[in-house]
């Protein structure tokens, strides 16, 4: 399991922050005091740090010229200051990346886990998804049943992949619609029903043209 | 500075001197010189006092024409006490004195009022920022659970987060030097990143988009071509027609060996052709603006602010009623 320290020191913000990114399968340490940093990092335990810039006493590029001394640990700065030189300097004091507040939870999450794909490159091999005998790989965008496999486009790939999430929920259109959104992928409702139907296609292949039923008027669900 | 003036103001001396040569040749006439005697005298000082007279109006002529050509060489006028060091009477370089002390003191005042604006700037540049803070903790909290509620919340920090740009950029176009940064920009990561930003305003409005692939490159500010595009996609949703689906098309076209043009098309409600020639003007709302209370009539103007700083080129084009288009001219970035 994957820990990040969050150095941010809003409290309500910390808590919030480390709420959602335990919720999604990580686990976090959130120091109170800025000082403890460094040991934090030292002791090992931690494998991606999320640093604010603006931290009272020191700030947050100071922290990171002070880990880069010693670690080659991720570190993904948090900054409101939206003016390039500010992103510039954070890169120049070994900052891996950054994302400006207000941030989103989902690109904030694709960033942490492009990092840490970067920097631990054997930690876990490619994620995929199973659910009853079929078996999706999202990076590759294949769904494999048995023997059998079809390739998957990009949009139908993350449509099965909520679909797998919920089973036997109903999912609303606006969520598929949110859900696509939230990876760059800008469908609107009637594209949305034609990628339902494609994907319906595909999974005929498989023999399971019927997996996904229709709910008129509230969404989808198998 | 007539002649007349000059010798208006040179009156009295000359009336006292002839006084002086009156009564002179009144005393030498007592001593018993005769009147014929005194004539050569009397011309002589009076040919003096016409000559000098003359000379010295020559000469002052001469000594303003050159200030008055050197203030019409200058490009900042109030620099010309700095620049005219030719005081050589008395008088002149009292003046001289009293005029470069004038200037001092605006320019300290003008220093001042400038120190003043850029802390002002910088004040508000840090509390907009502060502001993001509690609008990234609701949108954490809101963004968790997907309702109604939650997404009725998101949408309206979305409009928090925007009208705080336009501060920012509005504080930054106020004052004369630019933050602008050029760089290599991915054009189409700004879209998306733009589209992801206005996220609950596009899915809430059932907004239908058309997004090319690979969009060429360009050499642009990053933020302030985000800025510009958040704008027009804004306006686009805020005017859209009543009773269709709303479209935003974006397209692209090279145009020469390196220029870019980018094109941003709506179906909405258009702009009349009488407004058209201004919608970039400071504070104008025109038509569409009146029917929509919100609109400021900053937007468009702080993007063609923008783009005029960073040499880009922004125009549009309208129909009421059927669409609006704007295009976006860029340095496409050429790989060597």
């Known amino acids: ?222 | 500075m007539s002649g007349r003036m000059y010798w208006r103001q040179q009156a009295v001396p000359v009336l006292v001197q002839v006084l002086c040569l009156c009564a002179a040749s009144l005393y030498l006439r007592a001593l018993g010189l005769t009147w014929l005697q005194l004539i050569p005298l009397a011309g002589a000082y009076m040919g003096g006092i016409v000559l000098w007279n003359l000379l010295h109006f020559l000469r002052k002529r001469k000594y303003f024409h050159k200030m008055a050509v050197l203030m019409e060489s200058l490009d900042k006028k109030y620099l010309f006490p700095m620049v005219w060091k030719d005081a050589d009477t008395w008088e002149e370089a009292g003046y001289y004195c009293l005029m470069k002390e004038c200037t001092k003191s605006m320019l300290e005042e003008t220093e001042e009022a400038q120190r003043l604006q850029k802390e002002y700037r910088e004040r508000l540049e840090t509390f907009v920022h502060d502001m993001k803070q509690p609008i990234s903790v609701v949108s954490l909290i809101a963004g968790r659970e997907k309702t109604q509620d939650n997404r009725a919340i998101l949408l309206e920090l979305e409009k928090m987060n925007h009208l705080s740009e336009q501060i920012l950029y509005f504080g930054r176009s106020e004052s004369s030097h630019s933050d602008f940064r050029i760089q290599k920009v991915d054009t189409g990561a700004v879209i998306r990143e733009c589209l992801s930003m206005n996220k609950q305003l596009l899915i809430q409005n059932r907004v239908s988009l058309d997004i090319p692939e690979d969009i060429p490159k360009v050499y642009a500010d990053e933020k302030a071509l985000l800025f510009v595009l958040n704008q027009i996609v804004y306006n686009a949703v805020t005017y859209k027609k009543a009773g269709e689906v709303p479209k935003i098309a974006f397209s692209f076209l090279a145009a020469g060996d390196n220029k870019l043009l980018l094109h941003i098309r709506d179906n909405g409600c258009g702009i009349s052709s009488e407004d058209l020639p201004r919608v970039f003007e400071k504070g104008f709302t025109g038509k569409n603006g009146r029917e929509n209370r919100r609109s400021t009539g900053m937007g468009l103007y702080l993007c063609k602010k923008i783009c005029d700083g960073l040499g880009i080129g922004l125009s549009v084009c309208s129909e009421e009623g059927v669409y609006t288009r704007f295009t976006i001219c860029l340095s496409i970035l050429t790989e060597k």
């Open chain 1, 1 to 222: 399991m994957m820990r990040l320290l969050i150095a941010e020191d809003d409290e309500v913000l910390r808590r919030e922050l480390s709420r959602d990114l335990e919720s999604h399968g990580y686990e976090t340490a959130v120091p109170e005091r800025f000082e403890d940093v460094e040991d934090i990092v030292k002791e090992g335990k931690v494998h991606l740090v999320l640093l604010d810039v603006t931290l009272p006493g020191r700030d947050g590029y100071e922290i990171c010229r002070s880990i880069r001394r010693f670690s080659r640990i991720p570190i993904l700065f948090l900054t409101s200051r939206d003016t390039d030189m500010d992103e510039l300097y954070g890169m120049t004091m070994g900052g891996d990346d950054f994302v400006r507040k207000p941030y989103k939870m989902p690109i904030l999450l694709a960033r942490i886990e492009a990092l840490i794909r970067r920097s631990y490159p054997d930690a876990g091999t490619e994620r995929e998804i199973l659910w009853q005998d079929f078996r999706l790989l999202p990076a590759k965008g294949k769904l494999c049943r048995g023997e059998r496999e079809v390739i998957l486009t990009r949009q139908e790939t993350l449509l099965l992949s909520c679909l797998f999430a919920r089973p036997g929920e109903v999912i609303r259109r606006v969520d598929f619609i949110e859900e696509l959104w939230d990876n760059q992928v800008f469908i609107d409702d009637n594209t949305l029903s034609v990628h339902m139907t494609r994907l319906r296609g595909k999974l005929k292949e498989l023999d399971a043209g019927d997996l996904i039923v229709t709910r008129y008027g509230q969404g989808y669900l198998i």
